[in-house]
């Protein structure tokens, strides 16, 4: 059991890097005059990260099987989003260091046309590329408040859906199977913002405006994102000091 939770914790914690990590590259895409390759970049990792899901639910779904306790259920998932969350700040901490990576994969991507290949020789070649910084630095005062919060609150639903989902299969074990559906119901509230505000607000930012009002737009939807994982701890370290 010991393994499992600790499965858990790693495998979400990398998936959900991964999944701030690949908003940077629409940002690589804008620097370098791809916007299609980076839009396309982000939806390769979004997929590729899905595997991680592939093998995180059955793995929850036997430790709930193998009568774990409320409270070091919320400690996973409380680790879970620690490390989420301390990856994805550094990884907005070093964003221009990311994104200018992304510009490097996409120039090896025109050379060998295989997105493997390209990030493979990434790390490991040194050729001299021409890598393109981010102008506008971040700053607090630059942050759109609206869609840090809107970011925020969609983002935390999204990655929490089958985390409640199963925290509640476990307080009323006998309805878990119904219940276990609401993941479905957490998730689609934020996805619904996410694929109907968000996304498109982003996207028109990136093709039509310029510094800096693209990258604060960006800056405050990827914090928000980051933070979104700030607040899940600190509600779930409410919930488990409360009620367990």
């Known amino acids: 059991m010991g393994l499992a939770a600790i499965s858990v914790i790693v495998m979400f914690s990398l998936m959900q890097i991964l999944l701030v990590a690949s908003m940077t590259t629409r940002i690589a895409g804008k620097l370098s005059n791809k916007p299609s390759l980076g839009t396309s970049m982000q939806q390769t990792i979004i997929v590729g990260s899905s595997v991680f899901l592939i093998i995180i639910l059955p793995v929850l779904a036997f430790l709930i099987e193998s009568r774990i306790s409320e409270a070091n259920y919320l400690k996973v998932v409380i680790f879970s989003h620690l490390l989420s969350f301390l990856g994805s700040l550094l990884i907005f901490v070093k964003l221009n260091f990311v994104q200018r990576f992304f510009q490097k994969i996409f120039n090896f991507y025109d050379i060998h046309h295989r997105v493997p290949e390209a990030i493979f020789w990434s790390f490991f070649r040194k050729d ?40 509640l299969a476990m307080k009323y074990s006998e309805y878990r199977l119904t219940i276990s559906q609401f993941n ?33 737009n960006t800056y405050s939807v990827i914090l928000g994102r980051v933070f979104g994982f700030f607040l899940s701890v600190f509600l779930y370290l409410i919930y488990l000091l409360i009620n367990v």
């Open 184 to 216: 479905t119901a957490f998730q689609g509230i934020g996805a619904f913002m996410i694929a109907f505000y968000i996304e498109p607000m982003l996207s028109r930012s990136i093709d039509k405006l310029d510094e800096p009002s693209w990258t604060n």
């Open 128 to 167: 001299n590329v021409v890598e393109i910084n981010l102008k506008h630095r971040f700053k607090f005062k630059k942050i759109i408040y609206k869609k840090f919060l809107l970011s925020l609150f969609s983002y935390a639903l999204l990655a929490n859906g089958f985390f409640l989902a199963f925290l």
